[in-house]
Structures are given as structure tokens and as C-alpha cells.
T-cell receptor
Framework: AQSVAQPEDQVNVAEGNPLTVKCTYSVSGNPYLFWYVQYPNRGLQFLLKYITGDNLVKGSYGFEAEFNKSQTSFHLKKPSALVSDSALYFCAVRPRTGGSYIPTFGRGTSLIVHP | ETGVTQTPRHLVMGMTNKKSLKCEQHLGHNAMYWYKQSAKKPLELMFVYSLEERVENNSVPSRFSPECPNSSHLFLHLHTLQPEDSALYLC???????????????FGPGTRLTVL
């Protein structure tokens, strides 16, 4: 069975500082990995995904994520946080073969960026 | 916005009421999904339709009944719900039919349901 862990319920960072939101996964074989963001009273919005190739994936709003196969991680990063980045972030995984095509989501991490 | 709309945005209902949630996607996608989002929990997949055929039903109680009349519309019919069913219900769509794991999902804004 596939699973996703987001070990932090909440991440606090000062505006202008770098941010990291952590995600680790468990899946058979190589995964497809996704990050979504949810602003208050909104649905989830796609940020970025890893399919193949370069382990560093760049996405919307200046976010990027690094696929680390040996550590089974896909942490979300941004060099300089903005107050407007405050939101709920979800990591999701799908296996490439032999499993459900349905993504498994983590519990979400609330990012709070302080002015 | 994402091209996926949901109505109503907020719904309060009693345990004996019957109501329906509506989702419409304007993206030309072939698959549609219903999720339940509760605080501090992972998203719970409820139903998946691919080309208007139900392909996944995650042990959802029968008081929730989905309907997909065409590839652009998805309904969730609600009947005799319980207070623990109060949550945000999210609809999503994606381009591909079953089997394409790299496919991105596009979500609607959700319906905030409160069951009294």
C-alpha cells in the first residue's frame, strides 16, 4: 500500500526567510509525486509534480521540490517566503505501475509566514 | 480559477433532509472525483468516475449516492446524513482515463457541509 507522511502539522517562518515543507512517501517502485496548495475557503491548487528526469522540480509561485529516491522524500522549498504563501500544503503520491492510479494525499501542513 | 465549479458553496441540512451537491468541469476532462476533507485528516477519496463510469468506490456509506450523467457533470446526493458527515466536500477532475499516474487533478472550491 502507498502512503504519504507530512511530519509537521505546522511550519512557521519569517517573511524573506527560506521555507521547507517536508514530505516522505512509501510506494512500490518509482512514484509520481505532487504538491498542492489550499488557500482558505478554496479547493486544492496544483503546484508542481515529479515525473522523471531532473530531481529538482520547479513549480508555480517560485516553489520547487527535490525528489530524493534514497530518502524517499519530496520536500517543498522556496528561497524567500512571502506572507501570501501562508496556506495549507498537501503532498501526494501515485505509483507508476502495479498499484492504484488514485493518488494518496498526506494530512497537510499549515504554513504560516510572519511579517 | 481552476475551471471546476461546485454548488452550493455552503450547505446546512438536518439529518432527515435530502440534498444534492453539484460539480461541473469546463476543462474537457475525462475523469471526475469526490473527496471528503475533514480537519487534521488526509483527503478521503469517495468516488471516481472515468468516462461517466464509476471505477472506484471507497467503502462509502450508502447515504452518499453519486451520479455522473456526462463527463462534465458530477453530483453527490445526500440522504439521512449524520453529524460526523460535516466536512468540506471537494470535486476534482483530470484529463486522463484510468491508468495514467502522472495525471494532474484540478479541484473545485468545495462545498462546506454542516449536518445538524
Amino acid at each position: 500500500a502507498q502512503s504519504v507522511a507530512q511530519p509537521e502539522d505546522q511550519v512557521n517562518v519569517a517573511e524573506g526567510n527560506p521555507l521547507t515543507v517536508k514530505c516522505t512517501y512509501s510506494v512500490s517502485g518509482n512514484p509520481y509525486l505532487f504538491w498542492y496548495v489550499q488557500y482558505p475557503n478554496r479547493g486544492l491548487q496544483f503546484l508542481l509534480k515529479y515525473i522523471t528526469g531532473d530531481n529538482l522540480v520547479k513549480g508555480s509561485y517560485g516553489f520547487e521540490a527535490e525528489f530524493n529516491k534514497s530518502q524517499t522524500s519530496f520536500h517543498l522549498k522556496k528561497p524567500s517566503a512571502l506572507v501570501s504563501d501562508s496556506a495549507l500544503y498537501f503532498c501526494a503520491v501515485r505509483p507508476r505501475t502495479g498499484g492504484s492510479y488514485i493518488p494518496t494525499f498526506g494530512r497537510g501542513t499549515s504554513l504560516i509566514v510572519h511579517p | 480559477e481552476t475551471g471546476v465549479t461546485q454548488t452550493p458553496r455552503h450547505l446546512v441540512m438536518g439529518m432527515t433532509n435530502k440534498k444534492s451537491l453539484k460539480c461541473e468541469q469546463h476543462l474537457g476532462h475525462n475523469a471526475m472525483y469526490w473527496y471528503k476533507q475533514s480537519a487534521k485528516k488526509p483527503l478521503e477519496l469517495m468516488f471516481v468516475y472515468s468516462l461517466e463510469e464509476r471505477v472506484e468506490n471507497n467503502s462509502v456509506p450508502s447515504r452518499f449516492s453519486p451520479e455522473c450523467p456526462n463527463s462534465s457533470h458530477l453530483f453527490l446526493h445526500l440522504h439521512t446524513l449524520q453529524p460526523e458527515d460535516s466536512a468540506l466536500y471537494l470535486c476534482a477532475s483530470s484529463q486522463a482515463v484510468v491508468g495514467q499516474g502522472s495525471d494532474t487533478q484540478y479541484f473545485g472550491p468545495g462545498t462546506r457541509l454542516t449536518v445538524l
